[in-house]
């Protein structure tokens, strides 16, 4: 299984939204498993879909949810010519706060127990015209990010994705049994939720390692292979990543976005930030904000 496993970096593409093409793009697409969520919406023609193990023919109106740890791949059906938009994202960084609704990711583990790895949705089940505007929506905001951007993408997608789950539990999912089911402990699968939720804090890799009842050893083991660098890295990114938004999008000063996003100091924000970046964030905002 490890010799299918596909690293994407989250972190630097926390949500990718694109068309895929047979004249474009590596086609076609081999098994491969990944710890990501992925969703193709048919837009014209039809392809072959295999998920772990059972065979589909998606076609044009049709969507494909693949959950994370799946193995999956897509190929011409009879030489046809075909289009389908992607999504893919973290689900464990889709969080509501506030809401009584169970986290997408719980509910999308619980379809993925209950009902199956692969969820199809043929034609019909969904209003189509309504899921593609959402995806264009997500699209145009991965292509040409503005300000805000990061709230729409997430906003779209949580409609996109509870649109779904509506179709689930007219089919009989039952929800409710979806959540008690779940342990609602910590992971190492899902940390990064913890970890995006809580970068203004103090986070140490020991402490993350407790939560997840684990030795520290074995968590950073576990950590690097999932995540593709290291808990201390991973944590810098993330907190430089908002500090990046905040550079663009705003005139705050460095005092405020260092202590909004986790750093110590203006010192500490600029020493992190020119490690990832090349620059200082002063060079940083100065250069964008010229173009």
């Known amino acids: 299984m490890g010799k299918l496993f596909e690293y994407i970096d989250t972190l630097k593409l926390p949500y990718e939204a694109f068309i895929s093409l047979p004249i474009y793009d590596t086609f076609p697409v081999r098994s491969h498993w990944h710890y990501y969520m992925e969703i193709i919406i048919m837009l014209k023609g039809k392809v072959n879909v295999e998920c772990n193990g059972d065979n589909y023919v998606v076609s044009k109106g049709d969507i494909f949810v693949f959950c994370p740890k799946v193995i999956h791949s897509i190929t011409a059906y009879n030489n046809e010519d075909f289009e389908y938009g992607v999504m893919k994202f973290d689900i464990g960084k889709l969080n509501v706060p506030g809401t009584t609704t169970p986290s997408l990711r719980q509910l999308f583990e619980g379809a993925q127990t209950s009902i199956s790895p692969a969820l199809y949705f043929p034609k019909g089940e969904t209003d189509f015209r309504k899921m593609h505007e959402l995806f264009e929506t997500c699209r145009m905001e991965v292509e040409n990010p503005s300000f805000g951007y990061d709230l729409v993408l997430h906003s779209t997608t949580c409609l996109f994705l509870m649109e779904l789950i509506r179709v689930l539990r007219d089919r009989g999912f039952n929800t409710d049994a979806a959540v008690t089911g779940s342990s609602g402990y910590v992971t190492i699968d899902t940390i990064s939720e913890y970890i995006d ?93 010229a173009r």
């Open 197 to 289: 939720l809580h970068s203004s804090e103090h986070l140490s890799a020991n402490d993350l390692a407790e939560m997840c009842g684990m030795s520290y050893s074995y968590f950073a083991k576990s950590f690097k292979q999932i995540y593709g660098r290291s808990t201390k890295e991973y944590i810098e990114f993330v907190r430089v990543s908002k500090a990046e938004d905040l550079l663009l999008f705003t005139d705050f000063d460095l005092t405020y976005i260092s202590l909004e996003t986790g750093f110590s100091d203006c010192s500490h924000l600029i020493k992190v930030f020119k490690k990832w970046k090349g620059e200082t964030p002063k060079q940083y905002r100065l250069k964008k904000k």
